[in-house]
C-alpha cells in the first residue's frame, strides 16, 4: 500500500526538515510508495525556502504555496488532496505535536479500515507529553469539553472529534471536500464517515508540546475555536434533524 502525507505549514521553519527526515524513517525498508506533500499558506518565516533546498535532493517531497489567500487548513488539506498520487492519506500537524514515528502503527490497519484516527483521549493516550512529563495547556478543559458535548450531539463511540492526525483512503476524501475554516472541518468529516458507516479505527498516541511555529487555530485563541466548533457542530446536527425527518 502507498501513502501520501500532507503537511500544512505556516511558518515552521525552525524543525520543517527534521519532521520530513522523520517521517520517512518509518519507509525504509518497506516496498510501500510515498511522498510527503508540504502545503505552505505563505509562511514569512524562510519554511518554503527551506522546504524548496530539501526537495531538489529528495524528489519524494513536494511543496504546494497558497499565495494571497486567506490562511485556512481546511483548504490547505484539500489541496494536498488534490496533488496527491496515492491511494492512503496521511495528514498530521507539523509542529511535532503529532510524533511522526507512529505512522508505522497505521500500515497494518488500512488493509481493513477506511479511515484511522490517533485519538488524543483513549484510555493509553497522554496529551502534552514532553521529556518523560505530562504538561498542562490551557486548551485541555475546552477539548475535553468539547468533545464530550459532540458524544452527546453525535456518536458515543468516537472519543476524539478534533483530532486532526489521521490516514484515510483517497477514494473517500476526494469525494468530500473539507469544510471550515479550522478544526471543525474534521468533526465534518468524522460525522460524514459514521453516517456513511465507513470503517473506522481509533488509535491512542501521546501528543506532544508544540515548541516552534504557528497555530492554525484562530491564532491561537482556543475560546473562539470552542464557540466556532460548538457552532458548526450545532449546525450539523440541525441539517441531520431535516434530513432525517423531511
Known amino acids: 500500500m502507498n501513502y501520501s502525507i500532507i503537511l500544512p505549514t505556516l511558518n515552521e521553519n ?80 507539523a509542529d511535532f505535536q503529532h510524533p511522526p514515528a507512529y505512522i508505522k502503527y497505521i500500515f497494518k490497519h488500512m488493509k481493513k479500515k477506511d479511515l484511522v484516527i490517533y485519538s488524543r483521549f483513549l484510555k493509553n493516550s497522554i496529551r502534552y507529553f514532553e521529556d518523560n512529563k505530562v504538561s498542562k495547556e490551557n486548551n485541555e478543559n475546552q477539548s475535553i469539553l468539547f468533545n464530550k458535548l459532540c458524544n452527546l450531539i453525535f456518536y458515543k463511540d468516537i ?65 473562539r475555536y470552542t464557540i466556532l466548533c460548538l457552532n458548526y457542530a450545532l449546525s450539523i446536527f440541525t441539517n441531520y434533524i431535516k434530513k432525517t425527518f423531511h
Open 14 to 93: 525552525g524543525h520543517i526538515i527534521k519532521l520530513i527526515n522523520e517521517i520517512i524513517k518509518n519507509f525504509r525498508n518497506k516496498k510501500s510508495k510515498y511522498e510527503v506533500i508540504v502545503v505552505d499558506d505563505n509562511s514569512v518565516d524562510g519554511t518554503i525556502d527551506t522546504v524548496k533546498k530539501e526537495l531538489i535532493k529528495n524528489n519524494k517531497i513536494r511543496l504546494f504555496v497558497r499565495k494571497n489567500k486567506k490562511k485556512n487548513l481546511a483548504n490547505s488539506l484539500n489541496l494536498g488532496v488534490q496533488k496527491s498520487k496515492y491511494e492512503n492519506i496521511i495528514w498530521m500537524d
Open 159 to 223: 472519543t476524539d472529534y478534533t483530532s486532526g492526525y489521521i490516514c484515510i483512503k483517497k477514494s473517500i476524501i476526494s469525494k468530500k471536500s473539507l469544510k471550515g475554516f479550522y478544526g471543525e472541518y474534521f468533526l465534518d468529516l468524522i460525522v460524514h464517515c459514521k453516517n456513511e458507516k465507513l470503517k473506522i479505527l481509533e488509535l491512542p498516541f501521546k501528543e506532544k508540546i508544540r515548541k516552534t511555529g504557528q497555530s492554525k487555530t484562530i491564532g491561537g485563541n482556543n475560546l
